[in-house]
């Protein structure tokens, strides 16, 4: 991001005149989820609109034109409160955290429509011009744009999943696109295809059966029976925006109202505290940083992971920040732990030399900004995509979690931090990264103001969504192809049958007469 940024954006496509009432639900109550939604709803409210937002996470202090609707107290907050254990257990498998999302998504639901406010909401007729959703698993907030009959934006904080291809019929094809649950690779052989496609298919049908159906009649109770099914609203979707670009993720076609935004909670690197910045400064020959992320308590992996990280820290000529909740006993010197780090300022430093990562997006997207290589432990979710992704440009190596021993992890660390090959290869991604036309957030706040002035983005619509899926599959079409071909070889094995008739015939009564 560069500096002048949101003055930028206040004066960049100042074409949409009148201020708008837009009602967003960045509903995931995890901190790093709603980062990546928070900049486009400030940046909204800063050119006028007014946006209400429904949220765990509201603003401390208050924002011109942004008003909170604090859900907070309802579910517990997704941050430094997840176990290696439970994450290991829950979201490891694909299967495992495909019901995760279904489920969790259900009582996201379940918690935020009981509550008063959004009640009232669903029964007055407020006017609203627009409602922005967060599309984890169940969308189940989508009904307020039906109710409202304004136009609907969507929001992923990753890359898209299966399901979200499917609301604007964007091309999604498992033979060459690897899915959000199956990590990617740079060519995939027929081993890999074939199981992208069934988890495709697979998530695609749990998502229907097990989250559409169970939110839709949850939903309906409270926008009453009228209420068209949820895959019936989705069809109406203006705009898709994901927190994913194709300098480091797979390339692949989009539909002119599927946008990526990969990089839109990136700011101008904060200066650091003065005795962190004193601190590094000094390490000439360079530091490592290590953070899992905000939702992964550190603290919580197996001593033996502990004892390894600490034995090859103890090797290394580099000072180790680290990331973790509880203090460790008898560190080497050359290590200093912290309860939380700013990890994007401390990446601007000049002698970072490796952050080691979890593959969290959000992190992806700020080494990959910084130009700096990088050791993944893939936890779960779509950290193992992520860290994939890297490992294929080349700016960094993963280490298995459950191989994970003082020789592995050192010898990752060691190979990154001794080849120079990585650093410029991270370099070369970041350049890629950040050449582009407009900023993430510019481009956000161009597509929402687009939907706002158009009324939706009718314009824009793939005939796709027309089509059943037999007919998006060109089943009907083969099925002719397949009857015009075997017409033809009838009347060819008649004709000959015929001809050969005739001509046995005709040899026969020559023969007689002879």
């Not at 005149?17 to 409210?45: C, D, M, Q, R, V």
């Not at 498992?174 to 298919?201: E, G």
Request: proline share 6%.
């Amino acid at each position: 991001m560069k500096v002048l940024q949101l003055a930028v954006i206040l004066t960049t496509y100042n074409v949409c005149s009148e201020s708008a009432n837009i009602l967003a639900f960045p509903t995931f109550p995890g901190y790093s989820h709603f980062i990546i939604i928070e900049p486009l709803l400030k940046a909204l409210a800063s050119r006028g609109h007014n946006v209400t937002v429904v949220s765990y996470f509201p603003q401390k202090t208050p924002i011109k034109n942004y008003h909170d609707i604090d859900v907070s107290h309802t579910l517990p907050l997704v941050t430094n409160n997840v176990t290696a254990d439970y994450s290991l257990k829950n979201f490891r498998n694909s299967i495992d955290f495909m019901q995760f999302i279904y489920d969790y998504s259900y009582k996201i639901c379940e918690a935020i429509f009981k509550e008063k406010q959004i009640q009232d909401m669903i029964n007055s007729t407020s006017d609203y011009d627009l409602v922005i959703t967060e599309l984890f698993g169940s969308d189940c907030f989508t009904a307020f744009a039906y109710q409202y009959k304004v136009p609907l934006i969507t929001i992923v904080t990753t890359i898209g999943f299966p399901w979200t291809h499917k609301r604007i019929a964007n091309p999604d094809n498992p033979s060459y696109i690897a899915n959000y649950f199956f990590p990617v690779k740079k060519n995939m052989n027929l081993y890999d295809r074939f199981i992208n496609t069934a988890t495709t298919l697979l998530a695609n049908i749990g998502y229907y059966y097990m989250s559409d159906i169970p939110s839709y009649k949850l939903t309906k109770k409270y926008f009453g029976e009228s209420l068209p099914p949820l895959y019936e609203i989705y069809k109406n979707t203006s705009l898709i925006m994901t927190n994913s670009h194709y300098s480091f993720r797979q390339v692949q076609p989009f539909l002119p109202n599927f946008i990526e935004i990969g990089g839109i909670h990136l700011k101008e690197p904060k200066p650091l505290p003065k005795d962190l910045k004193e601190l590094l400064d000094k390490s000439s020959q360079g530091f490592i940083v290590l953070s899992l992320g905000s939702m992964l308590r550190c603290s919580t992996l197996p001593k033996h992971v502990i004892n390894a990280f600490i034995k090859t820290f103890s090797k290394l000529p580099y000072l180790v920040l680290w990331k973790i909740e509880d203090d460790l006993p008898s560190l080497p010197q050359n290590v200093i732990t912290k309860k939380w780090l700013p990890v994007n300022d401390v990446l601007a430093h000049p002698n970072v030399k490796l952050l080691i990562m979890h593959g969290g997006m959000a992190t992806t997207i700020e080494v990959i900004n910084a130009g700096v290589p990088v050791v993944g432990i893939p936890m779960f979710a779509d950290q193992s995509g992520n860290v994939k992704s890297v490992v294929n440009k080349g700016i960094g190596v993963e280490v298995d979690y459950f191989d994970i021993t003082e020789e592995t992890f050192y010898n990752a660390v060691n190979k990154v931090t001794s080849d120079p090959s990585y650093s410029e290869n991270a370099k070369k991604l970041s350049r890629t990264f950040n050449d582009r036309l407009n900023t993430p957030l510019e481009t956000a706040v161009f597509w929402t103001e687009y939907v706002l002035r158009h009324k939706g983005t009718s314009n824009l619509k793939s005939p796709a969504l027309d089509l059943s899926w037999y007919q998006l599959a060109l089943l009907d079409v083969i099925f002719v192809v397949f009857v015009i071909i075997l017409t033809i070889l009838s009347l060819i094995y008649i004709i000959l049958r015929v001809v050969k008739h005739y001509l046995f015939t005709s040899i026969n009564k020559k023969n007689k007469k002879e």
